[in-house]
């Protein structure tokens, strides 16, 4: 598995903006799909935005299309999360995720569809 290490998480009044950045351990991780999750207590981890391979497409659910921006930098094995716009629900732990068991070049939706991730970064938005 890949090591996945998130960065950027804080608080922040509603309508401000944070960058998320997922560092990870080894070069390869730039051949394959990524995204973020996030989670709150006693409730499931749900997809915020997901990335190709390539970088060429991306998928918001509509909670957060508009306001959330995902990208990559594959030469530094990066991957980013811009959040503009924040609002008391987007309070959770991100998790960043990554899938190593195959380089298609697709988008991937579902947590069981990856299977490296991060250790989380808290993000909380207050009123």
């Known amino acids: 598995q890949v090591q996945l290490v998130e960065s950027g998480g804080g608080l922040v009044q509603a309508g401000a903006s944070l960058s998320l950045r997922c560092a990870a351990s080894?070069?390869?991780?730039?051949?394959?799909?990524m995204a973020w999750f996030r989670q709150t207590p006693g409730m499931e981890r749900d997809i915020v935005a997901a990335i190709t391979r390539s970088g060429q497409s991306t998928y918001y659910p509509q909670s957060v299309k508009g306001r959330f921006t995902i990208s990559r930098q594959n030469a530094k094995n990066a991957v980013y999360l811009q959040m503009d716009d924040l609002k008391p629900e987007d309070t959770a732990v991100y998790y960043c995720?990554?899938?190593?068991?195959?380089?298609?070049?697709?988008?991937?939706?579902?947590?069981?569809?990856?299977?490296?991730w991060g250790q989380g970064t808290q993000v909380t938005v207050s009123s």
């Open positions: 080894q070069p390869t991780a730039s051949n394959y799909p």
């Open positions: 995720a990554l899938r190593s068991l195959d380089n298609n070049d697709y988008l991937y939706t579902l947590r069981g569809h990856y299977d490296s």
